[in-house]
């Protein structure tokens, strides 16, 4: 079952936070009632891996609105999205940034999402704390509601910011290759088709009413976490609602915390996450980017006898051939260096990857491998001794 913690007072969390023994494990997979900053005050400093927020849009409705057959459209009018002025939002926004910023990870990203109401002073206030936005990813409604009014466009979109924590934040998870291949191997574009929350996802009371209204649908989730998390990351929701966060980190294998004011959304929240059933492990592995593989030197190979010295390494067609020297060096007639600059000097050029432009006769099969097959021996073997 989902457990539940109050959120503390500030003087009390500071203390606590403080404490050498302070850890995040207690509220792994929780959801912590209160105000979102009171609640991040009770984790310690640099705990969390991601950050989902989907504060309040602070829409500034004047009054009901109507459809053309005059019935009332269910509209966002409950009290957590009324502010009294921009000033007071402002104020908000930031309060909760602050305490954002504070918990994540140095290497860790932030993700807010809001409509053309507030993520602009959102973008504002996170620049000024020092956030790096990294992209603006624009979540395109494939069913949005329409314009009543007729009087502007369709509102057919919400952006989403996706931040690391500073500047100098270079170790942020982004895995590109597994987006690359999910998208039939073209880099993932950042403007995302998915249709808003309906259907049997949408959870209803039982009045039949929206439970909250702008749940968000899991889809969208999914995509966030499959792009700048891994398995086992911790991800914040300080404006957790119906608990779409929590229940997608849960089927994929990550951790959640969930900070909510309001006992209804609490309810509805747990129950749903509890009927969550995680994906196996097997099938949540993701496409592996060259740059997170180890750095294997091509004396390697000769360490571990996979070539000797005096063999001689050719490019694919046969044309240039070199032997490979006992300090894992290559010599062409008569000048020693490495794969690399040995492999760009024989065609002239100013770079070459060595690893696969430089072949062996393999005894097994008779025909040409790139060396980057030997390679590929001593990284599973680097895998094994890490597992």
């Known amino acids: 079952m989902s457990r539940v913690h109050l959120a503390t007072s500030t003087a009390n969390s500071a203390a606590q936070r403080q404490s050498s023994s302070a850890s995040v494990t207690p509220f792994l997979n929780t959801i912590i009632k209160g105000d979102c900053v009171a609640g991040m005050e009770q984790l310690p400093d640099h705990s969390v891996d991601m950050i989902f ?31 009294a002025s921009f000033d007071a939002y402002d104020a908000f926004t930031r309060n909760w940034l602050l305490a954002a910023r504070r918990v994540l990870k140095p290497n860790g990203t932030i993700w807010v999402i809001g409509s053309y109401h507030n993520i602009f002073r959102v973008g504002a206030k996170m620049q000024d704390l020092g956030f790096w936005i990294l992209n603006d990813v624009i979540w395109r409604k494939s069913n949005p509601m329409p314009n009543f009014r007729g009087r502007r466009f369709a509102n057919a979109h919400e952006t989403m910011i996706w931040a690391s924590r500073d500047q100098k934040s270079k170790g942020y998870t982004f895995n590109y290759e597994s987006l690359k291949a999910a998208n039939d191997d073209v880099q993932m574009r950042s403007d995302w088709l998915f249709p808003i929350c309906n259907g049997g996802e949408r959870l209803k009371d039982d009045n039949g009413s929206k439970v909250h209204p702008t749940q968000k649908p899991e889809a969208l989730l999914a995509r966030i976490l499959l792009s700048a998390s891994k398995q086992g990351d911790v991800i914040l929701d300080p404006f957790f609602g119906t608990g779409t966060t929590g229940a997608v980190a849960k089927r994929l294998g990550r951790n959640y915390i969930g ?100 072949h062996f006769d393999c005894p097994q099969t008779g025909q040409l491998q790139p060396i980057d097959a030997l390679r590929k021996i001593i990284r599973e073997q680097m895998a094994k001794v890490g597992a």
């Open 53 to 83: 927020a989907d504060p309040p849009y602070n829409l500034q409705l004047q009054g009901d609105l109507q459809r053309p057959d005059q019935s009332t459209v269910d509209a966002v009018d409950d009290h957590w999205d009324q502010f």
């Open 259 to 358: 900070l909510e004011r309001e006992q209804d959304y609490i309810d509805a929240a747990s129950a749903r996450i509890d009927a969550v059933e995680e994906l196996p492990a097997h099938d949540l592995k993701i496409v592996a980017s060259k740059r997170a593989e180890p750095r294997v030197a091509f004396s390697a190979l000769l360490d571990a006898q996979l070539i000797k010295p005096g063999a001689i390494l050719m490019d694919s067609k046969r044309r240039w051939q070199a032997a490979v020297q006992a300090d894992g060096s290559l010599s062409h007639e008569g000048e020693q260096a490495s794969i690399h600059k040995t492999g760009a000097r024989v065609q002239g050029l100013d770079a070459c990857n060595g690893w696969t432009f430089w």
